[in-house]
């Protein structure tokens, strides 16, 4: 079994941004993939965010997420549109499930999301040059 040490190390050097936020929308952490996503100088700055306000262009997509996360307890690769720092939009493709206590009270939902931009802008290339 893995070692605590040996999951701090995959937390702080994965390419993806992982996170673990609340249900009322703050972050409770984030990895460094994730604040050098969203172009912030550090986790602190990224974890004074609100979700839905400061980070999601669609503020009612999370709404929908949270919807999601109910009926199902899991997202798997949905694709949402995020703001940087900068207000620069960001493609992301988000998995994610809800972490409950033993009584079944949510505590939380965590997972990880994957700059998906330059794939989308791709696609969107080719689908001109086509058309």
Same mark, same amino acid.
């Given at each position: ?11 702080? !050097? ?21 604040? @050098? ?12 965010? %609100? ?16 919807? !999601?996360?109910?009926? %199902? ?9 995020? %703001? ?18 033993? %009584? ?7 997972? +990880? ?7 989308? @802008? +791709? ?9």
């Amino acid at each position: 079994m893995p070692s605590k040490e040996q999951y701090c190390f995959l937390f702080e !050097t994965a390419l993806e941004g992982i996170f673990c936020s609340t249900p009322e929308g703050r972050f409770i952490e984030v990895n460094p993939a994730l604040v @050098r996503m969203l172009g912030y100088g550090s986790a602190k700055e990224v974890l004074a965010l %609100k979700l839905p306000e400061d980070l999601y262009v669609d503020p009612s997509q999370r709404g929908r997420l949270r919807a !999601t996360y109910e009926a %199902k307890g899991e997202v798997y690769g949905a694709e949402l549109l995020w %703001k940087k720092k900068s207000g620069e939009p960001r493609v992301v493709s988000l998995y994610a499930r809800t972490v409950r206590d033993a %009584k079944g009270n949510l505590l939380c939902y965590e997972g +990880m999301v994957v700059n998906i931009t330059e794939r989308k @802008r +791709m696609e969107e290339a080719l689908r001109e040059s086509e058309g």
